[in-house]
C-alpha cells in the first residue's frame, strides 16, 4: 500500500466513523423524543400509580437515551480531532496499526489478523469485508499499543499479536 493509499484509508475510516456517529445520534434524539411522547401520553386513570409508574419510566427510558446522545457527541468531538494525514511510525492517537497472529509469518494469508484504529471508541466494526477495531485514546488496549512499532508484540484476546504495519 503505498502512503497516499495509507491517507485514504485513514481517512476513510474517519469518514465511516463519522457517519456511524451521526446514525446514533440520530437514532438516540428520535428514542428521546418517543419516550417523551410516551410519558406525555400516558392518561390519568384511577389507579394512579401506574399512571406514575408509566410516565417513571417514560422520563428514565428519556434520560438512558440522552446519556447515548451525550456519550455520541464526545466520540465525535474525539474523532473530529483526530488528524489522519500524517503517517505514523508508532501507536498514536490517529494511527492505523495492522498485526497477525504470532504464529503467522506468511505476509500472505493473515488467518488471525486484526486492525486497530486508535480514534474513537466505536468497538469492532465490519467495512468492506474487514474487521477494525475502532478504540478509544483513552482504551486500555489503545494505551498497550501507544509507541509500539512494527515488529513488537502484544498480547490481545489471550492472542499474541505482532504488529506489522502502522500508518
Not at 469518514?15 to 446514525?23: K, N
Request: hydrophobic share 40%; aromatic share 6%; net charge neutral.
Amino acid at each position: 500500500m503505498t502512503d497516499a493509499e495509507k491517507i485514504a484509508f485513514k481517512n476513510s475510516l474517519k469518514r465511516w466513523g463519522l457517519d456511524l456517529i451521526t446514525q446514533r445520534m440520530a437514532a438516540a434524539k428520535k428514542a428521546m423524543e418517543q419516550a417523551q411522547e410516551a410519558a406525555n401520553s400516558e392518561e390519568k386513570s384511577s389507579a394512579g400509580d401506574k399512571y406514575e409508574t408509566g410516565r417513571a419510566m417514560g422520563h428514565l427510558q428519556k434520560d438512558m437515551h440522552a446519556r447515548q446522545l451525550a456519550e455520541s457527541l464526545k466520540e465525535l468531538a474525539t474523532l473530529h480531532a483526530v488528524q489522519t494525514e500524517p503517517l505514523s511510525h508508532e501507536g498514536r492517537i490517529g494511527a492505523v496499526l495492522q498485526a497477525h497472529g504470532a504464529a503467522f509469518t506468511d505476509n500472505t494469508a493473515f488467518a488471525d489478523s486484526v486492525t486497530f484504529f486508535i480514534s474513537a471508541g466505536l468497538g469492532k466494526q465490519s467495512i468492506d469485508g474487514q474487521t477494525i477495531l475502532f478504540l478509544s485514546p483513552q482504551a486500555p488496549l489503545a494505551k498497550l499499543l501507544e509507541k509500539k512499532k512494527p515488529g513488537d508484540g502484544v498480547l490481545f484476546n489471550q492472542k499474541e499479536l505482532v504488529i506489522r504495519d502502522i500508518f
